[in-house]
T-cell receptor
């Protein structure tokens, strides 16, 4: 089955600083990749997704992610972090069979 | 907007009880999913269903069963609840394979 690794359990950045969250996946075919965000006490919300085409994907809230097949990576970036971005972020890979696998998540703390 | 609802936000049960968690989606989605979310482990797939009366095991099906008698409803059943099933349970639905999943708010289950 497909799998996802998010190497960073917890990241702290200052407000206004740039952000990169790492995601590596394992899947034998062309991956369908997703980033979700979970704010405290909230459900998961889709930030962006990659199916095919342009490897740089734009999402909501100013986030973007870049698919790099050679590195099996799908890292999430934001040029300037806001305090409201503090949340947990999950990378996921979807299979043709319909199931999806999520990473363990990266918790983002934003310092004032 | 897609709406996925879960029958309870919080639930407290005793060891050995039979527990039913209900999930309903209102967008005529084909696929539905049950995950459990634990700190440091991310979301782990318990079961998913790609059609009425169809189900597939995920990564951690032991101790759980599911039922999908109607397209819009997907139930998770804990036949005999145990303390190690204390967790946050998330339901999701998607239009089809490798499509965006939409999540419910979650049910936080405590088994005493």
């Amino acid at each position: 089955a497909q799998s996802v690794t998010q190497p960073d359990i917890h990241i702290t950045v200052s407000e206004g600083a740039s952000l990169e969250l790492r995601c590596n996946y394992s899947y034998g075919a062309t991956p369908y990749l997703f980033w979700y965000v979970q704010s405290p006490g909230q459900g998961l919300q889709l930030l962006l997704k990659y199916f095919s085409g342009d490897t740089l994907v734009q999402g909501i809230k100013g986030f973007e992610a870049e698919f790099k097949r050679s590195q099996s990576s799908f890292n999430l970036r934001k040029p300037s972090v806001h305090w409201s971005d503090a949340a947990e972020y999950f990378c996921a890979v979807g299979a043709r069979t319909g199931d999806m696998r999520f990473g363990a998540g990266t918790r983002l703390t934003v310092k004032p | 907007d897609v709406k996925v609802t879960q029958s309870s936000r919080y639930l407290v049960k005793r060891t050995g009880e039979k527990v039913f968690l209900e999930c309903v989606q209102d967008m005529d989605h084909e696929n539905m999913f049950w995950y459990r979310q634990d700190p440091g482990l991310g979301l782990r797939l318990i079961y998913f269903s790609y059609d009425v009366k169809m189900k597939e095991k995920g990564d951690i099906p032991e101790g759980y069963s599911v039922s999908r008698e109607k397209k819009e409803r997907f139930s998770l059943i804990l036949e005999s609840a145990s303390t190690n099933q204390t967790s946050m349970y998330l339901c999701a639905s998607s239009l089809g394979n490798q499509e965006t999943q939409y999540f419910g708010p979650g049910t936080r289950l405590l088994v005493l």
